[in-house]
T-cell receptor, first 113, second 115 residues
Framework: DTGVSQDPRHKITKRGQNVTFRCDPISEHNRLYWYRQTLGQGPEFLTYFQNEAQLEKSRLLSDRFSAERPKGSFSTLEIQRTEQGDSAMYLC???????????FGPGTRLTVT | SQKIEQNSEALNIQEGKTATLTCNYTNYSPAYLQWYRQDPGRGPVFLLLIRENEKEKRKERLKVTFDTTLKQSLFHITASQPADSATYLCAPRGVSSGSARQLTFGSGTQLTVLP
């Protein structure tokens, strides 16, 4: 296992379409995080899982966003009815329980036209 | 509200010099603070963590200081190299975060080391 992977790396979609991103964390990490990053800004927290339980959600996560981690391994982030303001880099990170350091994936760049 | 400020301008320095990046925070009492490096089109990579009871931490050419009175962390890269060119992000984590495990990042400082 070489690190956190994300798929796809790039996604272009039309406004109003639904998109789904996948994150595969480092295998022994039970914590998984989603962040969103726009140009010139640091990553902003969206949501966090410990194993399969979604324990924290940001106010940034509108009801068009949903995340799952069904078996406590990979996670998906779905955005319904995409808007141009959703264009951003979506980053996934994982960590060990009790660990402070987070390991980030390469991100999925979403462009909504 | 909690606020994290990093050098507002991009930082250009000459190869071999020491780069100093600043992270200031307000309305925060971080138990620790992390620094990450981010290259274009890639996710952040962890560099260093410093706790509130530590004044200074070093790793190879990197040094971080943490002044809880000034509410500031300084990140130094000595003998800088063009390969150090990247965006550097600070992420203080407050004790008031409760059960939250997420990181809150500053907007980053873009460092360019000129050969």
């Amino acid at each position: 296992d070489t690190g956190v992977s994300q798929d796809p790396r790039h996604k272009i979609t039309k406004r109003g379409q639904n998109v789904t991103f996948r994150c595969d964390p480092i295998s022994e990490h039970n914590r998984l995080y989603w962040y969103r990053q726009t140009l010139g800004q640091g990553p902003e927290f969206l949501t966090y899982f410990q194993n399969e339980a979604q324990l924290e959600k940001s106010r940034l996560l509108s009801d068009r966003f949903s995340a799952e981690r069904p078996k406590g391994s990979f996670s998906t982030l779905e955005i319904q009815r995409t808007e141009q303001g959703d264009s951003a880099m979506y980053l996934c990170a994982s960590s060990l329980a009790g660990g402070n350091e987070q390991y980030f994936g390469p991100g999925t760049r979403l462009t909504v036209t | 509200s909690q606020k994290i400020e990093q050098n507002s301008e991009a930082l250009n320095i000459q190869e071999g010099k020491t780069a100093t990046l600043t992270c200031n925070y307000t309305n925060y009492s971080p138990a620790y603070l992390q620094w990450y490096r981010q290259d274009p089109g890639r996710g952040p990579v962890f560099l260093l963590l410093i706790r509130e009871n530590e004044k200074e931490k070093r790793k190879e050419r990197l040094k971080v200081t943490f002044d809880t009175t000034l509410k500031q962390s300084l990140f130094h890269i000595t003998a800088s190299q063009p390969a150090d060119s990247a965006t550097y992000l600070c992420a203080p984590r407050g004790v008031s975060s409760g059960s939250a495990r997420q990181l809150t990042f500053g907007s980053g400082t873009q460092l360019t080391v000129l050969p």
